[in-house]
């Protein structure tokens, strides 16, 4: 292998990353990803899509990770060669343009005076101590960076303006990296997660969507209250959840919580997202003796027992739900005799609703039978219900790197595309008639608005001449 083999192939690497060609094949992979990501459903929202497709095709599109493209790995690779292509890209054209940020004027050059209309090229009548400091005042008004040079015949004023539209193009690709560092640092360490909070208790862990697995927090939630409105029709109209963040067990900060008014705290930030109900600590029991008329009526709280009227004797509500085998509110029972084993049943509220659809469902199960421990039959008459909020959680800590991407991005935009580097020369030289005035520029873009805005300065530096011309 000769020496210039490796040479060669790093030449030939280097140009294919420095290639635009590159940068724009990315971008349309990226945007073809970006639109099977909005068409395919991501993480959880994806399961109620396998179920409607077959086994074969939802391995291979998990085999894909396109469940999950944007943290997959090749995804991320497509974002990492992306960030190498405009490294390499700016550091191959950034010297350039550097040396053209840093490039003295030269105000002894003829070139720029070549060719120029009648209306650049006059003559004026004056004196070169009066001429030169009124259009150096014009210069020093409208421009950067004033110079003169002065010789026997002539006197030469040069300003500039929009040096740094040079390096626009190079913000931007300094801001897109920051976009793209932002959007891996978010994929490698945000999460995001749900947890239900009862009205009135506290938690300090939260379930991953991902991975189902619960993620401790560093401080406690509490929900102090959860309040709801409906609308006519029975539809939620807005609900609203109260609550405060514990740090040590003292409250770093309270507030309210709605829908799509999401409340951070130490990086991380919660959404308003469902709420239901849960059965509380207390239930109405009914309990009727067979031959006795009456039905005794209890209000009892859940795990505390109870005496059972008119027999030795115990009974205990174990656990309350609220859509128990969903057929509705129900409680398990315990009862104790005095002598025997304990009794366990469940009590349903819709007894005869489910006798209806179910004829003999209470005597083929006897553990669902409220009349199990004889001679008593229980009844449920209400459970006490309250609230819990339904909160989305998540954190990304590239956040903070996108949005200065994106700030200074549209800064990078602004110097890209609608400013630019514009070099005016003004010369005024002796003659035997008096002084002839030329005025010249050059611009790296736009040089229509040049050829404008160079016809608008002769024109005021004449008139301001023209004035203070002796008569």
């Given amino acids: 292998m000769t020496k210039s083999e490796p040479a060669k192939r790093s030449n030939v690497l280097w140009s294919v990353f420095t290639s635009v060609k590159l940068t724009l094949a990315l971008l349309i992979v990226l945007a073809v990803t970006s639109i099977l990501g909005t068409v395919i459903p991501q993480q959880e929202g994806a399961m109620e899509l396998a179920e409607e497709l077959s086994p074969g095709l939802v391995s291979l599109l998990s085999s894909l990770q396109l469940f999950d493209m944007y943290h997959s790995l090749w995804f ?66 409208h421009y950067r960076r004033f110079q003169q040079r002065e010789t026997d015949n002539e006197v030469v004023l040069y300003a500039e303006k929009g040096r740094f539209s040079h ?26 997660a749900y947890v239900n909070i009862p ?12 991975t189902q697995a619960f993620k401790p927090m560093p401080f406690d939630i509490r929900c102090d209250r959860f309040s709801v409105e409906f609308y006519d029709n029975g539809a939620p109209k807005e609900y609203r959840s109260d609550l405060t963040f514990l740090e040590d067990g003292k409250a770093a900060l309270q507030g309210p919580l709605l829908v799509n ?21 207390k239930a109405r029991i009914g309990i009727r003796r067979e031959g006795d008329p009456a039905n005794a009526l209890l209000d009892v709280e859940i795990e505390r027992p109870y005496d059972l009227p008119g027999q030795p004797g115990q009974f205990m509500v174990f656990e309350a739900r609220s859509d ?31 006798k209806e ?15 199990a421990y004889k001679p008593y039959h229980f009844t449920l008459q209400s459970i006490e219900a309250k609230y819990y909020t339904g909160l989305q959680v998540s954190r990304d800590p590239g956040v903070p790197l996108v949005w200065t991407g994106f700030f200074l991005i549209m800064i990078g935009l602004f110097v890209t595309f609608f400013t630019s580097h514009r070099s005016i020369w003004v010369q005024v ?40 011309a002796p008569v």
């Fill in 199 to 210: 009205e009135g208790e506290a938690v300090n862990k939260v379930r991953l969507r991902k």
């Fill in 76 to 141: 991320r690779l497509i974002i990492g060669t992306l960030a190498l292509n405009l490294i390499i890209c700016s550091l191959d054209r950034f010297p350039s343009a550097w040396k053209r940020f840093q490039t003295a004027p030269k105000l002894d050059r003829s070139k720029p005076f070549e060719d120029l209309p009648p209306h650049r090229n006059f003559s004026a009548a004056g004196k070169t101590d009066k001429v030169v400091p009124l259009t150096a005042g014009i210069l020093k008004t």
């Fill in 429 to 468: 030289a002796r003659t035997k008639r008096g002084l002839n005035i030329r005025v010249a520029g050059r611009t790296n873009k736009n040089p229509v608005g040049l050829e404008r805005e160079l016809d608008h300065l002769a024109s005021k530096i004449k008139g301001k001449v023209e004035k203070t």
């Fill in 357 to 371: 659809r179910f004829p003999g469902f209470f005597e083929r199960f006897p553990k669902f039978n409220p009349g």
């Fill in 324 to 354: 128990f085998m969903k057929m509705g509110p129900a409680v398990q029972v315990a009862v104790r005799p005095e002598q025997g084993e304990e009794i366990r049943f469940w009590v349903f509220k819709n007894i005869d609703l489910i």
């Fill in 261 to 281: 008014h999401p409340v951070t705290f130490r990086g991380i930030t919660f959404y308003q997202a469902s709420y239901g109900s849960l059965p509380g600590n």
């Fill in 167 to 192: 390096l626009g193009v190079y913000l931007v690709h300094l801001s897109v990296l920051i976009i793209l560092i932002g959007s891996i640092v978010g994929s490698l360490f945000g999460f995001e």
